[in-house]
């Protein structure tokens, strides 16, 4: 019921930014929370934020918090993570993902869909 579509990853020097995006298919996105994951390679899929249905609600891994925010806009279909201060470890494909629960969180097998994923690499 929902197609997420991720864009926005490339290359930055630490210390600096990226805007990544998620759009969206169908009406129905604002009945669903929202999640972005990362995973490095040789990592298992890490959670990065989550934001519920209304976007009231948000909340970060302790990696990213106060550098990352996470933000929606339903009546655009579309998802942001706003990533600052970048750091080489950050380096990793970043997916986002769709669930019709309340009760998805930081497992990745509580999400229902998911994006194909966007890379980003942080350069020292």
């Known amino acids: 019921q929902v197609q997420m579509v991720e864009s926005g990853g490339g290359l930055v020097q630490a210390g600096g930014s990226l805007r990544l995006s998620c759009a969206a298919s169908g009406r129905t996105f604002r009945d669903y929370a929202m999640a972005w994951f990362r995973q490095a390679p040789g990592k298992e899929r890490e959670f990065v934020a989550r934001?519920?249905?209304?976007?009231?609600?948000?909340y970060y891994a302790d990696s990213v918090k106060g550098r990352f925010t996470i933000s929606r806009v339903n009546t655009k279909n579309t998802g942001y993570l706003q990533m600052n201060s970048l750091k080489p470890e950050d380096t990793a494909v970043y997916f986002c993902?769709?669930?019709?629960?309340?009760?998805?969180?930081?497992?990745?097998?509580?999400?229902?869909?998911w994006g194909q994923g966007t890379q980003v690499t942080v350069s020292s």
């Open positions: 993902a769709a669930s019709g629960s309340s009760s998805s969180w930081i497992l990745p097998r509580e999400w229902t869909y």
């Open positions: 934001i519920s249905w209304s976007g009231g609600s948000t």
